[in-house]
């Protein structure tokens, strides 16, 4: 499989930021867990991190182009309201999940409201990191 997985705004401050929440693991150690996973599993992952709604938009339809059997997504807080990222999502025939670290569900309001997870397959929430993982599973089992 070809698997893309794209982080939004402020993942790469993942260690840095509101450990209480996200924890003290940092980027390059996402980066290397999910290397991991594919090298274990033989498959291709690219990874992608941008805080610019644009620029994940415009990776979410070079994938289409690039032969990706599946994306797995955290787009932090576009999550809430980024319409065009949903659109962009909706608009490839590539399987989709949705990955939060924290537990969306008993944060903040405005936090248990996806405007992007209708538009995939499945999401995976309060797992840390290792949501990135069951969601290369799932994509893998689809």
């Known amino acids: 499989m070809k698997i893309l997985v794209i982080n939004g705004p402020n993942l790469n401050f993942l260690g840095i930021r509101e ?5 003290t693991q940092d980027y390059q150690y996402l980066l290397d867990l999910i290397d991991k996973k594919a090298k274990e599993t033989g498959d291709e992952i690219q ?14 339809q070079e994938a289409y182009f690039d032969g990706s059997t599946g994306i797995v997504i955290n787009p932090g807080a ?3 309201y980024s319409y065009a990222i ?8 590539i ?4 990955v939060h670290i924290s537990d969306i569900t008993r944060r903040e309001e405005f936090r248990k409201i996806s405007v992007t997870a209708p538009v995939c397959n499945k999401q995976i929430y ?6 990135y993982l069951q969601a290369i599973d799932f994509l893998r089992e689809i």
């Open 47 to 60: 990874t992608f991190q941008s805080n610019h709604e644009g620029a994940i938009i415009d990776r979410i």
């Open 126 to 131: 309060g797992q840390g990191l290792d949501g």
């Open 95 to 98: 399987p989709k999940v949705e």
């Open 19 to 23: 450990k209480k929440i996200y924890g």
């Open 78 to 80: 576009y999550t809430h």
């Open 86 to 93: 949903r659109d962009a999502l909706a608009s490839v025939d």
